[in-house]
């Protein structure tokens, strides 16, 4: 079973009533090097990375061993997009 679409309006609504408030820690938030890493969320980060790295070089291998590019989803995007930010 799907999720029904929720409009913008009740999403705004729904912040509003668990007590969001647009712009309470905005004077925090904009300071400058005041960052905390939680040093396992780093390294869940890492491994996130590595994991898709291995997979982007499993993509442009089977792209080369079958000579055609996969297609229906963003793969191929994905790879090429991965390979040009390695060379920057």
Avoid: C, F
């Avoid at 969001?20 to 396992?40: C, F, I, L, M, W």
């Amino acid at each position: 079973m799907g999720r029904k679409d929720v409009s913008p309006a009740e999403l705004l609504e729904r912040a509003t009533a668990n007590g969001y408030e647009q712009g309470a820690h905005q004077e925090e938030d904009s300071k400058r090097d005041n960052t905390k890493y939680v040093k396992k969320t780093l390294r869940d980060q890492e491994i996130a990375l590595r994991r898709y790295e291995k997979w982007v070089v499993a993509v442009e291998k089977k792209e080369q061993d079958t000579g055609e590019a996969l297609s229906g989803d963003d793969t191929a995007v994905d790879a090429s997009y991965t390979m040009k930010a390695r060379s920057i």
